[in-house]
C-alpha cells in the first residue's frame, strides 16, 4: 500500500521545549489506563517540579473506523453504529445522523416523533451532565456527588429502556421518525422524574458550589478567553462559559426547538467553576424544555408515511402488496440517496455535533464524516493546562468534558 | 439565499474564480488548492466567517481527476451562517497548503486527513498520524483501502486469495 515509515525520536523532539532535551525537565506519560482520563486518552507531560510546562495529548486509542464501516453498510443499518461513539449521548447521535439522512433525501417527520426526540435528547443531555458532573466531582476528591448523579442517571436510563428496549444503545431514532410510539407509562414516568430532578440538583449544588474545596480547585483554574474559544473552534458549555451566547438549539432550530421557551446559560469568567455553573443551569433548563414538551405532546403517528423510506407497519404487510414489496425493499437493498452532500448539526451536550452526509445514487452512504465535539475541544487541554499544577490537570480534563468514544470514532 | 452569503460567495467568484452550488439551502463554493488559504483568510476577515467547524475530505477513486475532493465546514458566529468550501485535487498522494495560519483548530482536522485519506498539508506544524497507531501502512478511508474481512478460500479460488494475503508479500 505504502512504503513502511519508521518512527524516530527526532520526530517528536518538536514537541518538547529545549530544556527536556537537556534533561532539565521531565517527561511524564499519563495515561492511556488512568482512572481521571475519562477513558483512555494519553498525555505526554513535560513538567518543571510538579508544574506543566507542556502538554501533548495521545489519542486513538479508541478508533475503531466507524466512518469506514458505515460506508459498507445501507442507511439505516449504519443507524446503529452511531449509538457507539459518544455512548453518553446515544439519542443525540440517532439524531444528528437521521436528520442528516433526512436532509439528503428531503424525508417529512411527524408532530408527535419531533417532540419525542426533543424530550429524549434532553433526558440524555441530563444523564450526560450527570455523568460528567460526577466524575468531575469524584475526580476532585468528593465522592458523594458521583454516587448521587447515577443514581438519577439510572432512572434516565430506564426511560430510555422503556422506550427502545436498551439502556444506552437503543437506536431509537430513526430515518423518518422513530422505531416505534412510547409505551403508554412514558409519560408518567417522565413527569414522575421531573418532580424530583429539580430538588436533587438543589442538593448537588449545595455539595460544591460553595463548597470551599471545590472552588479552590476550579476557579480560575484553565481560563479560556472568549478569543482563544473562538479561534480553536470551541462550542458547547465550554464556549458559552467563556461569554459567547451561541447555543444550537437557538441559533440554528432543528426538532422544533423554537416552540420551546428556555435561555442560553452564560458565564463571563470561561475558569473551571464557570463551566460547572452553566452545565449546572443548563440541567434545569432541559428539565424546562422536557416539561413544555410534555404539556403539549402532539398525538398522531411517530413515523413518515412516505413508504420509499420508511418501512410500512407490521399490520399492513398480510393484506397489501404493495407493503410487502416496500418492506422486502427496504429491509434488502434500502433506499438510494442522490449524489449530493449535506452538513447538520445539533446541539449535543459537548457541544456541537455535525454530520456530513455524501451520497452517491445508491442505497449506501458515499462518506459519513462526523464532526465530533469532543474532538475538537481536546485540542485546546495544552493551552489550558499551561502552567497547572499536574493535580489541576485533572480537574481540566474533567471540565473539557471529552468522551473518548467522541474523540476516535 | 442569505444577502450576506450571497454577497461573499459573489466576492469569491470574482476574485478567485470560485464556483457556487447550492443543494437543500446549503451553498458550496468550489476553489483551487492554492488559493484555499486566501479564500478562507477573506471569508474570515472581511466576511465574518470566525469558526472553521469541521474539515474533512472525500474519496472518488477510481475517478483521479479529481480523486479528491477537501471539505471545509465555516461558520459565522454573528452571522448565524454556514458555507462549505470544497477543493478538488487531483492524483494519487495529493498535498496542499495548510489552513492553521487562519484557523488553528485546523491542526487536528488536518492531521487526521493526513492519517485517514494521505493528503499531505504543506507547512503544517505536527503532520503526524493522529488515530491509527504512528507506523501504520496506509490511509484507511480511501476507497481503495479494504474494509479488512478475512476473505474464504476455496478450492476454485485457494491460490488467488492466497496470494492477495500480507504473508504471500515477504
Known amino acids: 500500500m505504502s512504503e513502511t515509515t519508521e518512527i524516530t525520536l527526532n520526530e517528536l523532539r518538536h514537541l518538547v521545549s529545549e530544556r527536556a532535551i537537556e534533561g532539565d525537565t521531565v517527561l511524564l506519560n499519563m495515561g492511556p489506563q488512568h482512572p481521571s482520563t475519562h477513558g483512555v486518552l494519553r498525555l505526554l507531560l513535560e513538567l518543571d517540579g510538579e508544574s506543566v510546562i507542556n502538554c501533548i495529548p495521545d489519542v486513538g486509542f479508541l478508533h475503531t473506523g466507524i466512518e469506514k464501516n458505515m460506508e459498507a453498510k445501507t442507511y439505516v443499518k449504519a443507524a446503529v453504529m452511531t449509538d457507539r461513539l459518544d455512548y453518553l449521548n446515544t439519542v443525540g447521535n440517532n439524531l444528528v445522523y437521521c436528520l442528516a439522512i433526512e436532509k439528503l433525501v428531503d424525508l417529512d417527520v411527524p408532530p408527535r416523533a419531533q417532540a419525542i426526540r426533543v424530550i429524549l435528547t434532553e433526558l440524555q443531555r441530563i444523564a450526560s451532565h450527570l455523568v460528567w458532573l460526577g466524575t468531575h466531582a469524584l475526580d476532585l476528591a468528593a465522592m458523594s456527588v458521583f454516587l448521587y448523579c447515577f443514581r438519577e442517571r439510572e432512572k434516565i436510563l430506564d426511560i430510555i429502556e422503556m422506550c427502545g428496549g436498551q439502556r444506552m444503545m437503543a437506536t431509537y431514532i430513526r430515518p423518518g421518525g422513530l422505531w416505534r410510539d412510547v409505551p403508554v407509562e412514558f409519560?408518567?414516568?417522565v413527569r414522575q422524574f421531573l418532580k424530583i430532578f429539580p430538588a436533587r440538583i438543589d442538593e448537588y449544588e449545595a455539595l460544591l458550589t460553595k463548597n470551599p474545596i471545590f472552588q479552590d480547585r476550579t476557579k480560575k483554574i484553565g481560563v479560556l478567553s472568549r478569543q482563544d474559544a473562538i479561534r480553536w473552534g470551541i462550542t458547547g458549555p465550554t464556549l458559552r462559559a467563556s461569554g459567547v451566547a451561541h447555543d444550537l438549539r437557538k441559533a440554528q432550530?432543528?426538532?422544533?426547538?423554537?416552540?420551546?421557551?428556555f435561555d442560553i446559560p452564560t458565564q463571563t469568567a470561561g475558569d473551571t467553576y464557570a463551566r460547572y455553573q452553566v452545565r449546572m443551569e443548563e440541567l434545569r433548563q432541559s428539565v424546562r424544555i422536557v416539561q413544555q414538551a410534555l404539556d403539549k405532546l402532539p398525538l398522531g403517528p411517530v413515523n413518515s408515511n412516505n413508504r420509499k423510506y420508511v418501512p410500512p407497519p407490521r399490520s399492513e404487510l398480510g393484506t397489501s402488496m404493495e407493503a410487502l414489496i416496500h418492506h422486502f425493499k427496504l429491509w434488502t437493498e434500502g433506499f438510494s440517496a442522490p449524489a449530493a452532500a449535506v452538513y447538520v448539526a445539533v446541539e449535543s451536550p459537548r457541544g456541537e455535533l455535525g454530520v456530513y452526509l455524501e451520497g452517491n445514487d445508491g442505497p449506501k452512504p458515499h462518506r459519513v464524516y462526523w464532526r465530533t465535539p469532543s474532538f475538537v475541544n481536546l485540542q485546546i487541554l495544552p493551552l489550558l493546562s499551561k502552567g497547572h499544577l499536574v493535580a489541576d490537570l485533572v480537574a481540566l480534563i474533567g471540565t473539557v468534558d471529552i468522551v473518548l468514544g467522541d474523540v476516535d470514532r | 439565499m442569505d444577502a450576506h452569503l450571497q454577497a461573499a460567495t459573489q466576492a469569491i467568484q470574482e476574485r478567485f474564480a470560485g464556483q457556487v452550488s447550492e443543494f437543500r439551502d446549503q451553498i458550496s463554493l468550489i476553489v483551487a488548492p492554492q488559493q484555499i488559504?486566501?479564500?478562507?483568510?477573506?471569508?474570515?476577515?472581511?466576511?465574518?466567517?470566525?469558526?472553521?467547524?469541521?474539515?474533512?475530505?472525500?474519496?472518488?477513486?477510481?475517478?483521479?481527476?479529481?480523486?479528491?475532493?477537501?471539505v471545509y465546514l465555516l461558520y459565522s458566529l454573528q452571522h448565524n451562517l454556514r458555507l462549505t468550501v470544497r477543493v478538488p485535487l487531483n492524483g494519487n498522494s495529493p498535498s496542499l497548503p495548510t489552513l492553521e495560519s487562519v484557523y488553528p483548530s485546523a491542526n487536528w482536522h488536518e492531521r487526521e486527513i493526513w492519517d485517514m485519506f494521505g493528503v499531505r498539508f504543506e507547512g503544517h506544524s505536527d503532520l503526524r498520524r493522529i488515530l491509527m497507531p504512528a507506523d501504520w501502512e496506509g490511509h484507511p478511508l480511501r476507497k481503495d483501502y479494504p474494509l479488512g474481512y478475512e476473505e474464504v478460500q476455496f478450492s476454485f479460488n485457494y491460490d488467488e486469495i492466497d496470494a492477495r494475503k500480507p504473508y504471500a508479500k515477504e
Open chain 1, 187 to 189: 409519560e408518567d414516568t
Open chain 1, 253 to 261: 432550530p432543528y426538532c422544533g426547538y423554537e416552540q420551546y421557551d
Open chain 2, 37 to 70: 488559504v486566501e479564500v478562507c483568510r477573506a471569508l474570515k476577515d472581511d466576511f465574518g466567517f470566525d469558526m472553521l467547524s469541521g474539515e474533512t475530505a472525500v474519496d472518488y477513486w477510481p475517478a483521479q481527476e479529481p480523486r479528491f475532493h477537501l
